[in-house]
């Protein structure tokens, strides 16, 4: 089913949900972990972690700087992950793998997956060959000949800094470009890494085809957006300001593609 060699499943009960795998058991995969708990329309059944030892997995998963210690159970046993309670069963049936690990972020890369049982691929990162899908804004548009997309990214490559604001680099007006293709080579960005330790601020000034209120903007919003701080600059132009809370979010809309993808076939 996975790429790679080191493979450890679990099961978890729900009636009517899609089969997901995680490869690739990183910071946002081990909380796409998490939030599957809190969404009966996801079941995660196995994960694949190449680079993580299983002894070391159960750590990682209770300790976590920004969103505090796992309440549930977790623990490394006779060479098995148990998790609430679950052991590790190696018939996996994995129908949608999330690829975590960056590493294959081309339909061909990611195709892979494909060949080894599974129906769809769902890429969280940005990717040059698959088409991409932000729910809330263009998942209208997936087709159900679609094996392999793009769910963008949550913009990790912004680190906390200790204590100064610095200039920094993102691509998000890339990904904006590619989920709303009208905005490309339309749109230019800046980005300052700030002491926080999991949010991306985002601003953008628009020109905008038709005079469109404010009011309008807050409403068509997809993301975290600072209402305070975006302005109607003129009837046609205006600033925003939206907010990235990574990993958890992002792991919580990745899922939302999925059971866009489930329900359209």
Known sequence: MFLCSIVYFFHLKTKVAAQVGINGFDRIGSMALFASIKNPKIQVVAINEPFISLDNMPYLLEHNTVYGRFKGTVEAREGKLVFNGKDI?????????????????????????????????????????????????????????????????????????????????TDVTKGVGKVILASMGKLNDMAFCVPTLCVFIVKFNVNLAKPTSHDDIKTAASSVFDVTAGAQLTLSSART?????????????????????????
Not at 116 to 123: E, L, P, Y
Not at 253 to 263: A, E, K
């Open 89 to 169: 069963d190696s018939n996996s049936g994995a129908e949608y793998i999330i690829e975590f690990t960056k590493v294959f972020t081309t339909v061909k890369a990611a195709s892979r997956h494909l060949k080894g049982g599974a129906k769809k691929v769902i890429i969280s990162a940005p990717s040059p060959s698959a088409p991409t899908f932000i729910y809330g804004v263009n998942q209208n548009a997936y087709k159900p000949d679609y094996n392999v997309v793009s769910s963008g990214s949550c913009i990790t490559n912004c680190r906390a800094t200790s204590g100064n604001i610095i200039l920094s680099s």
């Open 241 to 265: 300001i939206f907010l990235y809370y990574n990993k958890s979010s992002y792991s919580s809309r990745v899922f939302d593609n999925i059971t866009n993808m489930l329900r359209s076939g």
